[in-house]
């Protein structure tokens, strides 16, 4: 079936600080896949998304890229601000035969220190 | 504004109640979606629904119950049956079509079961 691991957190950075959070994935096909962001006590937002091998989604200085070769969709940026402090979570999308679903990761708590 | 909303935020009940979780969107959509967080973890899917009058069951739907009679609405009541309703719970739609199958979240609502 559909799987997404995550690095585990938490992450505690320093502002200004590089951000990588690594994530992998188990598919058949080509599932679409995302990172979405949650902030203390609110729903998800969608940050970013990509449908195809080599796509690159961007929002906000956040960027990752669709890696089919390793199955990953690792999310960066360059330089966290604390306002990036929150919990961060990798999902893949397919369609199935009763519609479509995302799976995903467990989520990981960054925090970014001044 | 277009969204999800999902009232109220807090719900407080006591044990052997059933109690029911509002989710409305405005966005057109036509799947919706009811999710379950607990702390530190990801999320799960409880029910969705492609169309109205149609219903799935998701990877934990026991002990819960949803219907779709219109296409804006899609209620979820948590019934006595549930073992440990404590939880945070998150409503989602999309429109439907091809990829990337990407979801938008209400505020969500916390329950606290006593």
């Known amino acids: 079936g559909n799987s997404v691991t995550q690095m585990e957190g938490p992450v505690t950075l320093s502002e200004e600080a590089f951000l990588t959070i690594n994530c992998t994935y188990t598919?058949?096909?080509?599932?679409?896949l995302f990172w979405y962001v949650q902030y203390p006590g609110e729903g998800l937002q969608l940050l970013l998304k990509?449908?195809?091998?080599?796509d690159k989604g961007s929002n906000k200085g956040f960027e990752a890229t669709y890696r089919k070769e390793t199955t990953s969709f690792h999310l960066e940026k360059g330089s966290v601000q604390v306002s990036d402090s929150a919990v961060y979570f990798c999902a893949l999308g397919r369609q199935e035969t009763s519609g479509s679903r995302l799976t995903f990761g467990e989520g990981t708590q960054l925090t970014v220190n001044p | 504004d277009g969204g999800i909303t999902q009232s109220p935020k807090y719900l407080f009940r006591k044990e052997g109640q059933n109690v029911t979780l509002s989710c409305e969107q405005n966005?057109?959509?036509?799947?919706m979606y009811w999710y379950r967080q607990d702390p530190g973890q990801g999320l799960r899917l409880i029910y969705y629904s492609q169309i109205v009058n149609d219903f799935q069951k998701g990877d934990i739907a026991e002990g819960y119950s949803v219907s779709r009679e219109k296409k804006e609405s899609f209620p979820l009541t948590v019934t006595s049956a549930q073992k440990n309703p404590t939880a945070f719970y998150l409503c989602a739609s999309r429109i439907q079509g091809e990829a990337p199958y990407e979801q938008y979240f209400g505020p969500g609502t916390r329950l606290t079961v006593t």
């Open positions: 966005l057109n959509h036509d799947a």
């Open positions: 990509a449908t195809k091998a080599d």
């Open positions: 598919a058949t096909g080509y599932p679409s």
